[in-house]
């Protein structure tokens, strides 16, 4: 009968790290032998609920049945019988690293190696998958898994001496050999090697990961760092795998035909490669850094592997290939998941969740993934000013460098722009930001970032890209050179024609008589002539009447002795109360006795019981490279309201708003050219949901797609209520299959995994937007034919019917 001392050693209470679904204790602490007693090379372990530390030593061994046996908190281990041969170094110490693997410190034994190996039954120890190799050295080394532990496994930890190296990997190349050349050998990975300039068999550091890394765009994700991998013979025992210099490779083929030589047919390797698990032999995929992922513990960075996203690998595959990339990537701190970037991945996962759950393949979804970054730079550039934080509706200026507590309804011309919680590039802010080429990012508490904080009241230099941001200190004259370098040297004066005289309906207006209603009436005109059943129908009012109601009631001169005070020109503050007492006088000053029966006759064109919605049209928005986007305001008139001359007088005030004429004083756009005109059509109430679409991948033009927001109900995509989330997707037909749909986000008014558009409704969207795409184009004409892109802004309505209320050129163009 096998006899045995025993230790109990007290653990402190776990602590939890989570990534994916699965949280894990991950309590670190030595370990100490009895003196004359070492544990043996080889280790088995499986967890289980404990909480205390105990070791049981034999005093003798005899196979795997005499073993050494203790517990880490949550984990039971035991350790079998020693190799033969020079007596194996001690172990010090068991416990996990920071990342939370399973780690083991081993004692001093210059001139060998260590080797890891976890199977998933004790029968299965003397053949389990290698995760780890390290040399062993003079002082104490630490030799740890590739991937946090899950609910079960088994360890085998070996050692060799320099002089009688194995081949872990049946390569044909000792281990030794692969160990002095890091990159171009890997000692657990079999692959040939290939040069250096093409590409590599491991990643040794984070260094090593940036040389090889390109930038690509991914749906939530623009100008991500990537690396390209490759592993072949996926259906074997014996994958192999390469990660490719991806700056000088931007396509899987090129580098399996240019580095590796092991294809010369396109349509060859994509077979063996892509769509069809049945005749699958190689694995193409991606993984990317996510460096500004921060998990609960304070971990930074989150590397994914994903694949193409029609590509529906199946776990065996993902579970293989995720197994080799991570034993590959020894700087790694369990901070690797695989991540089924969409619809049809996240299909598989969930059909496959149990085999998921039972390995060591730790899964991220996509809204968690996203949940989780605490910087996104939404439109990179640089701008100076003075650093405030904004609560609710203040007064700002170009001047300003503004961090805002929630998202702004409206927001003039600043300097720069911070938000503490997520925007998504269809917001208005941020539209505002890519027109006037505002440095614009969500940065996570930042108000009291430690490299924010301290410069809050000050004059500051602000950058943003898409891996991070910078504040510095900056002087006064550094924010009146920057503001003179970007503000446009000559005036600029909008055209506007005062020909057409009287209301028209919508199907009298063609795109040309964007001078006389504006780009946003001319634009909803082209809509219904390519969407009739899918866009409002109206009429509309042109500037002349606006021109002449301010020429009747001498408001351009009372406007002109405004502007001249001194106050006005210095004050912003006096400024916006001006304004806004102008914007009251405009709006009861009487119209026209003509100007009062056209509009009367505009109203008896509805049954009284129609609610109208009459939006604002200018001369100076929704145009190519200047959208004006929240700048101008739309009025709802109800059946009760009066006379429908009323909203129409808010609208035109809403020309000389505080917001409004900030825009084009900074731009020099004269202000007595600019004009009003007014949309009407009836009012949709009670919808279901509105967003807004982009008729292109905006996170990666090269590749097709349309970029959506949605959100339930009237809370707008563009001005969202405080502390809402928008369903956010990109959906394309890509190679390989139907359409597909990346959600990046989802709503967080639904529970938690719904879609607000249904398959059928976003496929609907996607036709409707190739539509207006092409119809507009043709009109439109631009120079960058392939890479111009519409904008528009829907609604699906109380029926559940698609409405296209908006069209106007991406601001991108």
């Not at 004409?781 to 392939?786: F, G, H």
Request: hydrophobic share 35%; glycine share 6%.
């Amino acid at each position: 009968m096998l006899k045995s001392e025993a230790i109990t050693v007290p653990t402190t209470p776990p602590q939890t790290r989570q990534c994916g679904r699965a949280k894990h204790s991950i309590p670190s602490f030595p370990v100490d032998l009895p003196a004359g007693r070492s544990p043996t090379s080889n280790l088995s372990l499986v967890s289980k609920a404990y909480s205390t530390v105990s070791w049981s030593v034999p005093r003798q061994f005899s196979a795997f049945s005499d073993s050494l046996r203790f517990m880490i908190l949550g984990t039971c281990c035991w350790i079998g019988t020693a190799l033969p041969g020079p007596a194996n170094p001690k172990i010090n110490s068991i416990g996990h690293t920071p990342g939370g693997k399973i780690a083991f410190e081993l004692g001093p034994d210059p001139g060998g190696y260590h080797v890891l190996r976890r199977s998933n039954a004790l029968s299965e120890l003397g053949s389990g998958r290698p995760v780890a190799i390290v040399r062993s050295n003079s002082s104490a080394v630490t030799i740890a898994d590739s991937s946090r532990p899950k609910s079960r496994a088994f360890y085998q930890l070996s050692h060799f001496r320099s002089s009688q190296a194995g081949d872990l990997d049946n390569d044909g190349f000792s281990d030794w050999l692969e160990m002095a050349r890091p990159g171009y050998y890997n000692p657990i990975n079999p692959a040939p090697p290939v040069n250096r300039i093409h590409g590599s068999l491991m990643l040794t550091n984070r260094a090593h990961y940036e040389r090889m890394a390109g930038r690509d765009g991914r749906p939530g994700a623009p100008e991500i760092r990537e690396v390209k991998f490759l592993v072949y013979n996926v259906h074997t025992p014996t994958p192999v795998l390469y990660f490719a210099d991806t700056t000088r490779y931007q396509y899987h083929y090129d580098f399996t035909n240019q580095a590796v030589n092991r294809y010369n047919s396109v349509s060859l390797f994509q077979s063996h490669t892509y769509f069809n698990n049945s005749t699958r032999r190689n694995l193409a995929g991606s993984l990317i850094a996510h460096d500004n992922y921060v998990d609960e513990k304070g971990q930074r960075g989150l590397y994914t592997v994903e694949f193409w996203p029609s590509d529906p690998v199946a776990f065996r595959f993902v579970e293989k290939g995720y197994e080799l990339i991570a034993a590959s990537m020894p700087f790694v701190d369990g901070n690797i998941a695989y991540h089924p970037a969409s619809e049809t991945q996240r299909t598989i996962y969930e059909d496959e969740q149990e085999a998921f759950d039972n390995s060591y393949v730790n899964v991220i979804q996509t809204d968690e993934l996203y949940r989780n970054v605490v910087f996104t730079g939404l439109n990179p550039g640089e701008g100076y000013g003075r650093l405030r934080v904004v609560n609710g509706s203040e007064i700002l200026s170009v001047r300003d460098v503004v961090i805002f507590r929630n998202i702004p309804n409206d927001l003039t011309h600043v300097g720069g722009i911070i938000t503490e919680i997520p925007q998504t590039p269809l917001s208005h802010v941020n539209l505002k930001a890519m027109q006037n080429n505002t440095p614009n990012a969500y940065i996570r508490d930042a108000s009291s970032h430690p490299d924010i904080a301290p410069f809050l009241g000050e004059n500051v230099y602000y950058r943003v890209d898409r891996d991070g941001f910078e504040i510095r200190a900056a002087t006064d004259e550094e924010v009146d050179a920057w503001f003179e370098a970007i503000r446009p040297a000559q005036p600029q004066t909008p055209v506007r024609n005062l020909s057409i005289t009287e209301i028209r309906p919508l199907s009298q207006i063609r795109f040309g008589a964007s001078d006389a209603f504006g780009a946003k009436t001319a634009n909803v005109a082209e809509l219904r002539r390519v969407i009739p059943r899918n866009s409002p129908d109206g009429y509309a009012i042109p500037f002349y009447f606006y021109d002449e109601f301010m020429k009747f009631n001498g408001l351009y001169d009372q406007a002109r002795n405004m502007m001249g005070q001194a106050l006005f020109q210095s004050s912003p503050l006096f400024r916006d109360a001006l304004l806004r007492r102008f914007q009251s006088a405009l709006e009861d000053s009487p119209l026209p006795a003509w100007m009062t029966e056209d509009v009367n006759r505009l109203r008896a064109s509805w049954r009284p019981n129609v609610t109208l919605r009459l939006r604002s049209s200018t001369n100076n928005e929704d145009l190519e490279g200047f959208n004006g986007a929240g700048l101008y305001s739309s009025y709802t008139h109800g059946r009760d309201e009066g006379p429908l001359e009323k909203s129409v007088k808010q609208v035109w005030a809403s020309l000389w708003n505080y917001r409004a004429f900030e825009e084009r004083e900074f731009w020099r756009i004269d202000h007595f050219s600019a004009a009003m005109g007014v949309l009407v059509h009836p009012n949709y109430t009670g919808e279901q949901a509105n967003g807004v679409g982009v008729t292109t991948n905006i996170f990666d033009p090269a590749w097709e797609g349309h970029y959506v927001n949605v959100q339930v109900g009237e809370n707008l995509v563009t001005n969202p209520e405080a502390g809402t989330t928008p369903e956010e997707y990109l959906i394309a037909e890509l190679l390989g299959g139907s359409d597909e749909i990346q959600y990046i986000r989802f709503s967080n008014l639904l529970p938690r995994g719904e879609t607000i558009l249904t398959r059928t409704q976003a496929l609907d969207l996607k036709i409707k937007m190739d539509m207006v795409h092409n119809h507009f184009r043709s009109l439109y004409q631009p120079s960058n034919w392939s890479s111009w892109a519409m904008e528009v802004e829907f609604k699906i309505t109380d029926d559940g019917e698609l409405l296209v209320k908006q069209a106007r050129p991406w601001i991108s163009q």
